[in-house]
Nanobody
Framework: QLQLVESGGGLVQPGGSLRLSCAAS????????IGWFRQAPGKEREGVSC??????YYANSVKGRFTISRDNAKKMVYLQMNSLKPEDTAVYTC??????????????????WGQGTQVTVSS
């Protein structure tokens, strides 16, 4: 059974950092695109970042602040978030799809989802 489990969320002050982790089980990451998405209250889910065939992609809102990485041997994907802002507050979820989808940061491109982890940026 394909499964993704996120961890690492929490409460952080503006300007602070968090590292989210996404653990995969039931499949190997090698041939999968892994994405991070977030959803704030009252807003639609949006793509934050993804990693596909060694290439990384970022939403404009997080470019230069967030870094995605993966360790295929450990079946882990990470999202390092620096210089956090209150508007980064959301539930962050990782997702996977086999191959390279045409719309890399679109939620509908992904078919395996984790349960999400809350990130709150507040003083």
């Amino acid at each position: 059974q394909l499964q993704l489990v996120e961890s690492g969320g929490g409460l952080v002050q503006p300007g602070g950092s968090l590292r989210l982790s996404c653990a995969a089980s039931g499949f190997t990451l090698d041939y999968y695109t892994i994405g991070w998405f977030r959803q704030a209250p009252g807003k639609e889910r949006e793509g934050v970042s993804c990693i596909s065939e060694g290439r990384t992609y970022y939403a404009n809102s997080v470019k230069g602040r967030f870094t995605i990485s993966r360790d295929n041997a450990k079946k882990m994907v990470y999202l390092q978030m620096n210089s956090l802002k209150p508007e980064d507050t959301a539930v962050y979820t990782c997702a996977a799809v086999k191959g390279v989808p045409p719309l890399l940061l679109h939620p509908q491109s992904y078919d395996v989802w984790g349960q999400g982890t809350q990130v709150t940026v507040s003083s």
